[in-house]
Nanobody, 115 residues
Framework: QVQLVESGGGLVQAGGSLTLSCAAS????????MRWYRQAPEGQQELVAT???????NYADSVKGRYTISRDDAKNTVDLQMNSLKSEDTAVYYC?????????WGQGTQVTVSS
């Protein structure tokens, strides 16, 4: 059974940093990409960052230059380094694995940025 488990969320002051981690367990094959999404209270889900199997990355304009997505294939983890955090970054952050034929979601981790 495939599981994605996020960790690293918490409360941080504006301007601070956090690193989220997504650990994958179970047999996942044909992974195309790993993504981080976020959903703010009463807000829409937003795609934050993508790292593809070939290593290329993409970021939402709202986080470009502040967030960095990376992966450790040996540990089966994908991290999201978040710097210069703002109050508008407050959200539940979700990890998603895009694989064929199935995709998988984590349960989410809360990030709260106090101003």
């Amino acid at each position: 059974q495939v599981q994605l488990v996020e960790s690293g969320g918490g409360l941080v002051q504006a301007g601070g940093s956090l690193t989220l981690s997504c650990a994958a367990s179970g047999a996942i094959v044909n992974i195309n990409a790993m993504r981080w999404y976020r959903q703010a209270p009463e807000g829409q889900q937003e795609l934050v960052a993508t790292i593809r199997s070939i290593g290329t990355t993409n970021y939402a304009d709202s986080v470009k230059g502040r967030y960095t997505i990376s992966r450790d294939d040996a540990k089966n983890t994908v991290d999201l380094q978040m710097n210069s955090l703002k109050s508008e970054d407050t959200a539940v952050y979700y990890c998603k694995c895009l694989a064929y034929p199935s995709s998988y979601w984590g349960q989410g981790t809360q990030v709260t940025v106090s101003s």
